[in-house]
């Protein structure tokens, strides 16, 4: 069966520039989580789905960052105006049910801004 | 302060060597735990859960311990294949994660 999915799995962005990065749960899970993961660290929570509902962004750094899962399927997280400190890679997780079971990882999204 | 924390190491072990990592949470309200596995430049895999009795898979044991506020993972009979970064993952009661930032571990022959 297919994992979770994530496109593209590279983007290199002028900074200024508006980035999409698109994450494919596994089929039929109910949560979703994206986080950025920078060099040398643990991923950081950025934000948390459950069907189409956003329960939780407590963890985006910004109003520049924007996220959506409108059928409560693929999500999409975006960035405005991209900045440096942006830089890093951004991972998306799925699990079955609401929250707090075992997530399963996508590939990641690994995000350079010049 | 950070909610979770793990000493970055890095360790390095022989084969065969059984080493212990543990990581402490702030949250006392914290509610399902979780170690997970990073090898280099790959997305993190769920090694184990961790339940307050604790759990065994293989070489590998974890436990928690509600009233210190952590979390141990030990891995018996180090493997060459056991070299990467150990994640914990701590859940609040509103789904919300917690990552620590790793230990990483290198098993030499």
């Known amino acids: 069966g297919a994992g979770v999915s994530q496109s593209p799995r590279y983007k290199v962005a002028k900074r200024g520039q508006d980035v999409a990065l698109r994450c494919d749960p596994i089929s039929g899970h109910v949560s979703l989580f994206w986080y950025q993961q920078a060099l040398g660290q643990g991923p950081e929570f950025l934000t948390y789905?459950?069907?189409?509902?956003?329960?939780?962004k407590s963890g985006l750094p910004s109003d520049r960052f924007f996220a959506e899962r409108p059928e409560g399927s693929v999500s999409t997280l975006k960035i405005q105006r991209t900045q440096q400190e942006d830089s890093a890679v951004y991972l998306c997780?799925?699990?079955?049910?609401?929250?707090?079971?075992?997530?399963?990882f996508g590939p990641g999204t690994r995000l350079l801004v010049l | 302060r950070k909610e979770v924390e793990q000493d970055p190491g890095p360790f390095n072990v022989p084969e065969g060597a059984t080493v212990a990592f543990n990581c402490t949470y702030s949250?006392?309200?914290?509610?399902?735990f979780f170690w997970y596995r990073q090898d280099c430049r790959k997305e993190p895999k769920l090694l184990m859960s961790v339940y307050s009795s604790g759990n065994e898979d293989g070489r590998f044991t974890a436990q928690l311990n509600r009233a210190s506020q952590y979390i141990s993972l030990l891995i018996r009979d180090s493997k060459l294949s056991d070299s990467a970064t150990y994640l914990c993952?701590?859940?609040?009661?509103?789904?919300?994660?917690?990552f620590g930032d790793g230990t990483t571990l290198t098993v030499k022959p």
């Open positions: 949250n006392s309200a914290s509610q399902s």
């Open positions: 993952v701590v859940f609040g009661n509103a789904g919300k994660s917690t």
């Open positions: 997780a799925s699990s079955r049910l609401a929250g707090q079971e075992t997530q399963y």
């Open positions: 789905f459950q069907n189409e509902a956003q329960l939780d």
